[in-house]
């Protein structure tokens, strides 16, 4: 199953410099992951592989040992899950339930950019060949996203799907 899982620690991989052991706790079990993602954080919310699941590319995930260390897991970037070409894992707002299959997640929240930090301006969606711009993301029509507008504080920042 791949589902959403929270790092609840971070140590350095003991032969490897760019490498990090984590534990990660999807709600019901905890599960030791190598990592070698440079965003990864304790307290970070994001998408555990867990062993025996398949990612959409058919990469099946099984127990590995890397540099010595056995990784139970694979901790995922939207570029595993098809989404993006994003690297880095995937970070989700800290208020996200563990255990919850990725796939019920919106895609839009499925990033390496912690874009729940930044301001939401406006939301681009394709339905039938016409786009609309929505200023409200509340009240978003049906269609397929297609970008979105953030302000940072300081600068505009734009994300495509």
Known sequence: MILTAKIIEVNKHPDAMKLKVCIVDTG??????V??????????IT???QVGSTLPSKTKIEVGELRGVKS???????????????SGIIHLNDSQDLGKDYKELKRETLSS???FNFKLIDTHI?????ISV??????LPSGKVISQSYWDGSQYLYRSF
């Open 28 to 33: 019901a079990e905890q599960f030791q992951v």
């Open 35 to 44: 990592c070698g993602a440079s965003n990864v954080q304790v307290g970070m």
């Open 47 to 49: 998408i555990l592989a």
């Open 72 to 86: 139970h897991g694979m901790l995922c970037s939207a570029k595993d899950l098809g989404i993006s070409n994003e």
């Open 113 to 115: 950019i912690p874009w």
């Open 126 to 130: 394709e339905n039938n060949g016409i």
């Open 134 to 139: 929505i200023n409200h993301p509340n009240d």
